[in-house]
Structure formats: C-alpha cells, structure tokens
C-alpha cells in the first residue's frame, strides 16, 4: 500500500499546529510580542523598528483587537507557520518527491526558528517566513523556465507579489529579490527580455516606496536606527558576537538540521546531486547572502542569531532530499519531534510552575529576577491581578501609567494600562521609547501632574532618578510575583505628583 504522503504531511501539521497552539495559550507574552501588539493597536506605514506586517496580522486574526488575548494574538504567527509547512511540503515534493517534501515539514519542525519563534511567537519574522517561502516557492517553478509560456508568467508575478509582502514584513527579505536578479543575470537572462519580469517588480518596489515615504516623514529613523545595529564597515573585532552568533545560528537551527543541510551543501558542491543545477543555484542564491551577511556583521555589532533563521528555513528541502534514502529516516524523524515536543511541554512547566529551577534570591529586592531570562514569558498575568486590585481600592485608574522604556512599559500596557483602559507614557529618548514615541505625539494629555509609576525588579529604574519634574513621590506597594512557592520578582508601585 502506497503512503500518500500529502494526506500524511497534512495530518503531521495538524499535530504541529495543536502542540504550538497548547504552548501559545500557556505562555505570556514576551517582551516582543507585547511590543508588536502596538503595531496593530496604532498601526501606520512603518514603524521605528520593522516594516508593519506583523500589525496587520494581529489586527486580522483578533478582529482588529476585539480578541484581545494571547491565544488570538499567537494565531497570527501560529496559522501563517501551519500554511509555511504547507509550502515547504511542496517545495520538497517539487525539488524531488513527496517523500521529500514530508522529510521537509518534519525538518522544519525540528527547526527551532521555525517551530517556535516564527511559529509560535508573534514577531514580523512569523509574516514574512510564509509570504517568503510562496514567493520562493512560484520562482523555484517560473525561473528557471521559459519566459514565454503563460503559466510560468503569471505563476512570476504573484511570486513578486508575495515577495512584496514579505518585504514590508521584514527587511531580510530583500536578499529573496537580489537572489532573483542574480539568478536571472546569471542563469536565465531570457527574463531580461520579458515584460512580466519587470512589471512584477511593482509589488517589492511598492512595499520599499511604503517604508521609504514613512522614514521620509520621520527623519529616516529607521534607517539611521538599524545603521547603528548593523554598521557594514568596522574594524573592531567582536570575539563575542561572532562566536555567539555562530552557535546561535547552530542551535536556533537545531544542530541536527543544520549538520544536514551543511552536508547536503557539500554535496551540491561536489556535484554528488543528481537535480537541477538551477534549482539547486537558486536555493544558494535565496538563502548563503544573508547566512554570510549576519556573520560579517557579527565581527564588529552585536546580531541575533534568527536574522538569517529564513535562510536555514530555505534549505531545508535539500537537507531533506539527501536523507530521503536513508532506511527508517521518517520514523527516526518522527520519534525525535516527539521527543522534542515533550521537551517543550516540559519547558512550558518549568517557565509556568518554576520545577527543577533553583531558588534565585538576591539582597536588594531590586534586583529580583533580573538574571532569570524565563521570566520575559511569567509574571505580568499575576502582577496584572494585583496591581488592578490595587488599583482600583485605590480609586486609581483615572491616572496615566509611566514606566521607563520600551520595556517594561509595553507589558504594563497590555497586563495593566489596558484592562483599566489608562494611558501609558514610557519615558526615555527615542532609542529606548521606540514606538512609544510616535504614540506620545498623537495625545494630547501629556502635560499631566499626576500620574503612577510602574517598573520591576528585571528592569527597576528608581523614579527618583528619573522623573526629577515629580518631586512629590510616593510608594504606593511592593507587589511579590510569586512562581510555586518561591517569590521570583517584585513589580514596584509609586504615586508621583509635581510640585
């Protein structure tokens, strides 16, 4: 009996997508995350940090907000990672066989960037890992092949269409659009020739206008932002950074996946793959640029390993394709996903219940937690419980909130501010406020006297520090956020008035 592996790799996402989706419900929102549901509470052209995607998907899968929890937010990167698999499966299938493209959806599994962070965190990476791989997906089948044939052109220009959307997801995927160039340069220069080719460009060049035109309007901020993360010319080394880079692109990737794809990258270059020599120029040219770039940038500025996360998320199918011979691979595959599953479900304890963490005290309650990196995903849901009791015996909740930064302000804003309906205000220069700093410009309440200022011991800044304009400050309560039985954190409560 022949497996049919469409009808398996459907049911395998099924699975895939209910595990993500038990993760998703159980988990708080991480700082990010909260970060990006102000893309979709005030969404615009652009934004300080990324490209507005990751807004408007929010904003379409909680009904523009009128679902307005962590369940429904994470549909909009957990659904989109389901259609992701999907593709994958197909580009699988189409670079070689179904077998493949099953091995590819079990591969992206594996694949942390791909399982958890784009596809079960709410980042811009979660729209643009999708629209990247259907537009990857149409060129694979257009490309290479003969511009005057109908099909390949129409399947060209929705390709540039989704290549356009991922663009305004994130900026990455603009080395998807020179890998095109490159390829029809270098391999297929008969495009140069067709008026498809060049009236798909429409789509990429809108989306790059859109984020243009807003950083026109803004004094280029974003780009003068991401020049000071991604400097290109440097002449410090970053031993730190570099290194850290490596072993985080290894891990992110799953150092199981990543040995199969550098294998099956050997191969290809040693000509021990019998496929198309341009699909196989293809993937290289969509995926090795911006693997490299991260890396060259590593030397000298700090970078996160999931820059290039899309690129690991490309090969795939080639990783797939070499194993495809090897005996019992699917069941083998299929054995450590559930290993790793139970592994996630475990993580979800440890972040939930603290198990088999060790007590973390400090002297200065201040200080609480800073070191404990599981708690970006615990806390804010019990500190919301309290705070808002607090609040309102208080009769408090007329007041606008302050807190320093991005963060903590954004989790204060969707835990607290937003339960109580208060206005939140983050205070600090435009490289720590970010977003919060076009928010400010459209109220018009800014000029308050009184107000609540709230931080914790992750990110405590005294407010005697920092709001010298209140003068009259009072600690209103220390609040304990408790994880088992043990206190993992403190969020710190202040009435300020002016003088």
Known sequence: MLISYRKVTILFIVVSTCIRLLLANFLELGNDEVYYWLYAKYPALSHFDHPP????????????????????????AILPASLSMYFIYLIGTYYKNSATGFLSVILYNLNFYGFIISGTFILPDSPMVLFWLISFFLFLQSLPKNPDEIENKIKLFFAFF????????????????????????????????????????IFPIMAIFLIFYWNYSNDFISFKFHNDRVSIFSLNFNKDSFFREILGQIVYTNPYVFFIIIVALLKIRERKFEFDSKNNAFFILASIPLILTTIYLSLSKNTLPHWSGISY?????????????????????????AFLSIIFVVGLLVIN??????????????????????????????????????????????????????????????????PNKMTVFAHGNLQEIHKYYWIHKSRFDKDFKEALYITDSRNFANPKEILTDFGNQKAIDTIPIIRGKDTVKFVFLYLIKKD
Not at 53 to 68: A, E, P, R, W
Not at 320 to 329: E, F, P, Q, Y
Request: charged residues 15%; glycine residues 6%; hydrophobic residues 50%.
């Open 162 to 201: 989704f290549l356009g959307c991922a663009i305004y997801s994130k900026y990455q995927a603009v080395y998807l659009l020179f890998a095109v160039v490159l390829f029809v340069i270098f391999f297929n220069s008969k495009w140069v020739k067709n008026s498809t080719f060049y009236l798909g460009f």
């Open 353 to 418: 219940l603290g198990l088999f963490i060790p007590k973390n005290t400090s002297l200065k309650i201040e200080d609480q937690g800073r070191k404990d990196v599981l708690m970006d995903l615990y806390g804010w849901k019990q500190a919301s419980e309290k705070v808002n009791n607090i609040l309102e015996k208080e009769n408090l909740t007329h007041l606008p909130i302050v807190s320093k930064g991005w963060f903590p302000t954004s989790h204060i804003d969707y835990y607290i501010a937003k």
């Open 53 to 76: 995607m990751v807004g408007f998907f929010i904003q379409f899968f909680t009904g523009n907000l009128f679902l307005d929890s962590t369940f429904f937010i994470r549909l909009a």
């Open 313 to 337: 998320i490309t090969l795939i199918p080639l990783g797939a394709a070499h194993l495809v011979n090897k005996k019992n691979i699917e069941k083998k595959l299929l054995i450590f996903f």
